[in-house]
């Protein structure tokens, strides 16, 4: 997530103060992304560097200053928001890695193992289903959040069932044992 553009849309509703960017970030997730106030700080100190912010002394007690965006921020934000995120290499999967690293490994039931990661996506899923169910009206944010999870979830829960139909067209455990350069394949995939 590109805290920086985050920054400056909600910069884009008018001047704020840092700890209020902080705040409406939280509140505009749904609380999922928590931010260092820090953090918030050091990314509007880019920003003005940049030229996408400004920054005036709001005058009063305390060294806060209400920031807010330029022109050439604004068309930073524009732009940001039109552009299609990288599709990245596959990540390092840590559920993906077990599979593979448990293909190779002895005495391992794959089907058993599947259906272990299996049982607790679903639980995971009934859970922000329960979540989604008590989201009232006005809480879009949180609902979005919980949309995303569940969609990804299920996407995951669909690749262990793949996986598993993939593994049981196999013959007996005659896992190719020579090394595989799924790297090298994959890189090939337009991004």
Known sequence: MSIRH????????????????RQEFESRTGEVWPLN??????T??????DGLVESEDSGGEGPQ???????????ELRNWLRMPPDVVPPP???????????MRVPGVDLPELL??????LVQVMQEYTRLKSEITEGEVEVSIVVDSELFRIEAIVRWLDTT??????????????????????????RR
């Open 37 to 42: 106030v820090g953090q918030v700080y050091t």
């Open 115 to 120: 259906q272990v990661h299996r049982r607790h």
């Open 44 to 49: 509007l100190q880019r920003l003005e560097r």
């Open 164 to 189: 598993d139909a993939r593994l049981k067209r196999l013959p007996a455990r005659t896992v190719d044992r020579s090394p595989t350069r799924v790297g090298r394949r994959i890189a090939g995939v």
């Open 65 to 75: 200053n209400v920031f807010t965006i330029t022109p050439t921020g604004s068309d």
């Open 92 to 102: 390092r999967d840590e559920l993906v890695i077990k599979v593979l690293v448990a």
């Open 6 to 21: 985050a920054l400056l849309a909600l910069l884009s509703e008018g001047p704020k103060y840092g700890l209020q960017l």
